[in-house]
């Protein structure tokens, strides 16, 4: 069976290949087909018999669902037709199995598909104005531009059709490698095909047997209950048991790839490699990358050229050229991970763990960190780089653990791990990963006769014997005169080490971890920061507050320090902006963790403390229905206790999959003992909940009325707020989007905020003309005023304080007031003891005009509005700070919740 949409791939979101493995969801079918906001297309099942044959354009949406009637495969031969002027462009699809054909053939790409291997079967009409050129300009042009492959990709790493072999292959390659790994990477089977490794019967037990150990304890070893797609695995296989299902899927997938390697056969919906992937891969995938570092893991091709690519490092420009090629290709791998994957301890200090440790990076996190181009220290950058050199066939790629010698005359032993690699039968030194410019690789024998210039430090490798460790090779610098660098004369020791090579976790995981304890008091980067790139002839350098930049002859304008860390994730985005300056690229996720790296790293040397922690709730403008829950921290001085900065987390992003509400997201929230769950059909447009001791109190905004329910989530009783509405007797749903969508702006009163925690309070406040409050709580702060004090804000900036006797208006915050603070629509408060945080969210669409309605205008620039958390110190003489939150997704902000100090952990 056939099934055909009458639309082309073009009408949808297709620019990337579709894959047959994903989810019709994700390749765009369904989309195609479901769209009520496009034209609806036609679908056609076409039932085909054996020898059949179907002919259709390939740019129709077209797929073929398994056998309907019978569970077993069925061959096909598949011919493609193309235009007579088509040409052979390989690059635009590398994985398709018609490019080593055409290599075969003879041809070349760009070749016309034309001659006696190309004959032309058709001719259609001459006068057709969609013959030639033109007409195929018009059709391929979406495909002029580069398509990532990866985009296509689920984003838990499952496995796609365009990387399945690949993926799988070098999977069970580190498999095997845990029966034999002493150290160095040397088995057979890493460079054997996946059909000669599962031609082996013994190798194919070897695999289900530690599968089986690894994965899986023995209560699970028979396959009693199975759903969905296991129980269908089960069926087709007739297998009772995991370790004869395991032995079944190691025998289809040697079929699949055999298949492919003889005849260029495929299954396309690679369901061998599927069923690989659902019952043992993807556990295998966590069990090594969760873990730790292991050098006998195998990098797969597509992180390989995924890597090569990041750092502009094309393999084919030097696989033509002589011996010493491989030499070049090693320098330039060495120069590009300097001038694209920055040295930097961010990741170091932002991963806690929930006890508040840190830990050394996992092989995972090693291998994103570098294929991301976030980089890290010598505990990710070297490991990966002895990896990579090893996929690529580097010759006796070792590891040499240094002792280093810094300026402070404190030696620390096996404090840092390099790398050796044999080239063209000599060893050279590399090392990427000890924050200085080693822009190319040294051969070890030079004895300081080859140098490593830089307009920031010169290098050099010599040899002495070193009292204590005997024979040694020694790391020495001379430093240049640049910008914010002192020239020295003399050449001064950086490090040494010996020769022979040591085991990772025997030569260097005890001191990994070292850097990482906060209580060893063991290299510098807990109680500093650090950040640096560089190419040849320039470079970045962040030393706490020094700052460098080695240019000859430009001196850029430095960053102000340290305002530029703390507002690394701000839209002045000075820190990234001066770091494009000076010709370097930089990964936007790594510098939103700047602030927080900057506070942590002050606080582990004493400076600052975490005081305080918010709890933000919020939602986006971004036609989607998520919410998400963040944490703002409030870093003091210790000195004086001034609030010195706020850094902004995301503990979660929750997609809701029951009734979503389009750019709802989650409104106010609270904190109390328990989590809870409600269900209440006559919710609609939630603003606030309020948890106590008397059990839940909710406005329901939507229905314009307060709801009282229980712990449990039962309804009390339905308070409404303006007369003859919210009878507690209906009974119809209005919790959904079109609900939403049809009572949004038709309530009167607008319930935005509550409370329960002062029943006796009886009191009206007078508030200056504005738009309507948003946020209504009691609050007492001793150190503003002794009494128990009403606290509103406005959705148009101010922060009014009254009596809660009287009434009367103690004090005004006007936001307007503080420039150089972010403005936007003002939404949630939170009062500390010497301020007030408040919520900003961008103003979008209608709310642009929204405050008309109100006889107010926003007082200032709403172009220029952002989403973001301000503190605003009662004394004026302290400073203002703020923090962006997820504004570059359009975030809105909904509540600020203290948070309790025995939630903090």
Same mark, same amino acid.
Request: aromatic share 10%; proline share 5%; with cysteine.
């Given at each position: 069976?056939i ?6 791939h073009r ?10 493995m994903a989810?019709?969801?994700q390749n765009?079918l ?7 906001e496009?034209?609806?297309p036609?679908?056609w099942l ?10 259709f354009t390939?740019?129709n949406?077209?797929r ?12 096909a031969y598949?011919q493609?037709?193309v235009h007579?002027?088509a040409?052979w462009?390989?690059d ?10 055409m *290599?075969?053939a003879?041809?070349?790409p760009g ?10 079967i %058709?001719?259609h009409?001459?006068d057709?104005p969609r013959?030639g050129?033109?007409?195929?300009s018009s059709v391929?042009a979406r495909?002029?531009?580069d ?18 072999s690949?993926?799988t292959?070098?999977?069970?390659? #580190?498999i095997?490698?845990l ?8 088995h057979?089977h890493?460079?054997?095909?996946l059909v000669?490794?599962?031609?082996s019967?013994?190798n ?5 047997d530690v599968t ?6 023995d209560e699970s070893?028979e ?17 009772d048991?995991i ?6 899927i190691?025998k289809s997938?040697?079929?699949s790839?055999?298949?492919y390697a ?6 396309v919906?690679?369901?061998a490699y599927s069923? %690989?992937?659902m019952l043992?891969?993807?556990? %295998?995938?966590?069990h090594?990358l ?5 050098p006998?893991?195998?990098l ?5 050229d995924r890597?090569l690519a990041?750092i502009?490092?094309r ?6 050229l002589p011996?010493?090629g491989?030499l070049?290709?090693l320098?330039a ?17 932002t991963?806690l763990q929930?006890?508040g440790?840190?830990?050394a990076?996992?092989l995972?996190q090693v ?6 181009g976030?980089g890290g220290?010598?505990t990710?950058?070297?490991p ?6 090893n996929?690529?066939d580097f010759? #006796?790629?070792?590891?040499v653990s240094v ?7 404190r030696?620390?032993?096996n404090?840092h791990?390099a790398c050796?690699?044999c080239v063209n039968?000599?060893d050279?030194?590399v090392?990427?990963?000890n ?8 051969r ?6 080859e140098?490593i210039?830089?307009p920031?430090v010169?290098?050099r ?16 610098h ?6 914010g #660098?002192a020239e020295?004369?003399?050449w001064?020791?950086?490090g040494?080490f010996r020769s022979?090579?040591v085991?990772y ?5 005890m ?5 990482y304890?906060s209580?060893?008091d063991?290299?510098p980067?807990l ?8 190419s040849?002839?320039?470079g970045?350098?962040?030393?706490n507050m020094d700052?460098f930049?080695?240019f000859?002859?430009v001196?850029i304008?430095r960053?102000r320090?340290?305002?530029a860390l %703390?507002e690394?994730?701000?839209?002045s /985005?000075e820190l ?7 010709g370097f690229?930089?990964?936007d996720?790594?510098?939103s963790?700047?602030?927080e790296?900057w506070?942590?790293s ?5 400076k =600052?403390?975490?005081?305080e922690?918010?709890?933000?709730t919020?939602g986006?403008f971004?036609?989607t229905?998520?919410?998400f829950v963040?944490?703002i921290?409030?870093w003091?001085c210790?000195?004086?206790?001034d ?6 987390r995301t ?15 989650f409104a106010g929230?609270?904190w109390?003992?328990?989590?809870l769950h409600i269900d209440n059909p006559q919710?609609n ?5 309020h948890a106590?001791?008397d059990g839940?109190w909710v406005?329901?905004t939507?229905l314009d009325s307060?709801d009282?329910l ?11 707020v ?6 507690q007797d209906?009974?119809?749903d209005i ?7 049809? /009572?949004?702006?038709?309530d009167?009163?607008h ?8 029943p ?12 309507p409050?948003?946020?209504g709580?009691?609050g007492t702060?001793?150190s503003?005023n002794?009494?128990?004090l009403?606290?509103?804000s406005t959705v148009?900036g101010l ?6 006797t009287s009434g009367?208006? *103690?004090r005004?915050?006007?936001?307007s007031?503080y420039?150089?603070?972010?403005r936007?629509?003002?939404r949630?408060l939170c009062?500390l003891?010497?301020g007030?945080?408040v ?7 209608s709310?642009e ?7 107010a ?6 172009e220029q509005s ?5 503190? =605003?110190?009662f004394d004026q ?5 703020a923090?962006d ?5 359009r975030a809105k ?6 948070k309790?100090?025995?939630?903090k952990?």
């Amino acid at each position: 069976m056939i099934d055909l949409a009458s639309l082309p791939h073009r009408h949808s979101q297709s620019s990337v290949p579709v894959d047959f493995m994903a989810d019709e969801v994700q390749n765009g079918l369904a989309m195609v087909l479901n769209d009520d906001e496009r034209q609806r297309p036609t679908r056609w099942l076409v039932p085909m018999n054996a020898g059949e044959t179907i002919i259709f354009t390939s740019h129709n949406w077209h797929r073929s669902s398994p056998n309907g009637q019978r569970q077993t495969s069925r061959d096909a031969y598949i011919q493609t037709w193309v235009h007579p002027k088509a040409r052979w462009r390989p690059d635009l699809v590398p994985w398709h199995p018609v490019n080593e054909h055409m *290599i075969r053939a003879g041809h070349n790409p760009g070749d016309d598909l034309c001659g006696d291997r190309h004959p032309t079967i %058709w001719h259609h009409d001459q006068d057709d104005p969609r013959d030639g050129e033109a007409y195929l300009s018009s059709v391929f042009a979406r495909h002029d531009r580069d398509v990532p492959i990866a985009a296509t990709k689920e984003a838990d790493s499952d496995i796609s059709m365009f990387d399945a072999s690949d993926v799988t292959s070098t999977q069970i390659r #580190n498999i095997l490698s845990l029966s034999t790994h002493k150290g160095a990477v040397s088995h057979d089977h890493l460079r054997q095909s996946l059909v000669d490794i599962l031609s082996s019967a013994s190798n194919r037990q070897w695999l289900v047997d530690v599968t089986m150990e690894v994965l899986f304890s023995d209560e699970s070893v028979e396959l009693l209950a199975l759903d969905g797609d296991m129980e269908d695995l089960k069926n087709e296989s007739s297998c009772d048991t995991i370790p004869d299902l395991l032995a079944w899927i190691l025998k289809s997938l040697l079929i699949s790839a055999a298949a492919y390697a003889c005849h260029r056969s495929r299954n396309v919906f690679n369901s061998a490699y599927s069923a %690989w992937w659902m019952l043992a891969g993807k556990a %295998w995938n966590a069990h090594f990358l969760d873990g730790k570092f292991e050098p006998a893991y195998r990098l797969c091709r597509a992180d390989v050229d995924r890597f090569l690519a990041l750092i502009r490092v094309r393999k084919s420009d030097f696989d033509s050229l002589p011996a010493t090629g491989r030499l070049d290709f090693l320098t330039a791998i060495v120069g590009g991970c300097m001038e694209y994957v920055p040295f930097q301890n961010v990741t170091m200090l932002t991963r806690l763990q929930k006890d508040g440790s840190r830990r050394a990076p996992t092989l995972g996190q090693v291998i994103n960190d570098m294929l991301t181009g976030t980089g890290g220290l010598c505990t990710c950058r070297n490991p990966f780089l002895f990896l990579l050199l090893n996929a690529l066939d580097f010759q #006796n790629v070792r590891f040499v653990s240094v002792t280093l010698c810094p300026p402070n005359g404190r030696v620390l032993k096996n404090a840092h791990v390099a790398c050796l690699v044999c080239v063209n039968g000599h060893d050279y030194w590399v090392d990427i990963a000890n924050g200085f410019p080693y822009m190319k690789p040294l051969r070890l024998d030079s004895d300081g006769a080859e140098e490593i210039h830089h307009p920031f430090v010169h290098t050099r490798l010599i040899q002495r014997t070193q009292p204590g460790y005997g024979d040694v090779f020694v790391i020495q610098h001379k430093f240049q005169s640049c910008v914010g #660098n002192a020239e020295s004369k003399e050449w001064v020791d950086n490090g040494f080490f010996r020769s022979e090579p040591v085991s990772y976790e025997q030569g260097f995981a005890m001191m990994r971890q070292q850097h990482y304890d906060s209580k060893a008091d063991f290299g510098p980067f807990l109680k500093n920061f650090r950040f640096n790139m560089w190419s040849g002839t320039s470079g970045v350098l962040i030393r706490n507050m020094d700052v460098f930049t080695a240019f000859p002859h430009v001196e850029i304008e430095r960053p102000r320090l340290p305002q530029a860390l %703390w507002e690394a994730s701000g839209t002045s /985005r000075e820190l990234a902006n001066w770091i494009r300056r000076a010709g370097f690229e930089v990964n936007d996720d790594l510098i939103s963790l700047v602030p927080e790296a900057w506070a942590q790293s002050q606080s582990n040397a004493g400076k =600052i403390r975490l005081a305080e922690e918010i709890t933000v709730t919020g939602g986006f403008f971004d036609k989607t229905a998520d919410a998400f829950v963040g944490l703002i921290s409030v870093w003091r001085c210790n000195e004086d206790d001034d609030v010195v900065g706020l850094t902004y987390r995301t503990i979660r992003v929750y997609t809701p999959d029951f009734k979503p509400v389009i750019n709802k997201g989650f409104a106010g929230g609270s904190w109390y003992n328990d989590e809870l769950h409600i269900d209440n059909p006559q919710f609609n447009d939630l603003h606030h909940v309020h948890a106590c001791r008397d059990g839940l109190w909710v406005a329901n905004t939507g229905l314009d009325s307060v709801d009282h329910l229980s712990h449990d989530g039962q309804l009390i009783a339905r308070c409404g707020v303006v007369p003859d509405v919210s009878p507690q007797d209906c009974l119809v749903d209005i919790r959904d989007q079109a609900a939403h969508t049809e /009572r949004r702006g038709r309530d009167q009163g607008h319930v935005n905020h509550n409370g329960a925690d002062e029943p006796s309070v009886n009191m009206v406040t007078q508030l200056p003309k504005s738009s309507p409050p948003h946020e209504g709580f009691f609050g007492t702060v001793p150190s503003f005023n002794t009494g128990q004090l009403m606290w509103n804000s406005t959705v148009d900036g101010l922060v009014i304080a009254s009596d809660s006797t009287s009434g009367e208006m *103690i004090r005004a915050f006007d936001v307007s007031e503080y420039p150089e603070l972010p403005r936007g629509w003002t939404r949630g408060l939170c009062v500390l003891p010497d301020g007030l945080l408040v919520g900003s969210s961008a103003i979008r669409g209608s709310a642009e005009q929204w405050i008309q309605r109100h006889d107010a205008e926003w007082n200032f620039d709403v172009e220029q509005s952002r989403t973001a958390v301000s503190f =605003i110190p009662f004394d004026q003489s302290r400073q203002p700070r703020a923090v962006d939150v997820l504004n570059e997704r359009r975030a809105k902000v909904f509540s600020l919740l203290l948070k309790p100090q025995e939630a903090k952990h």
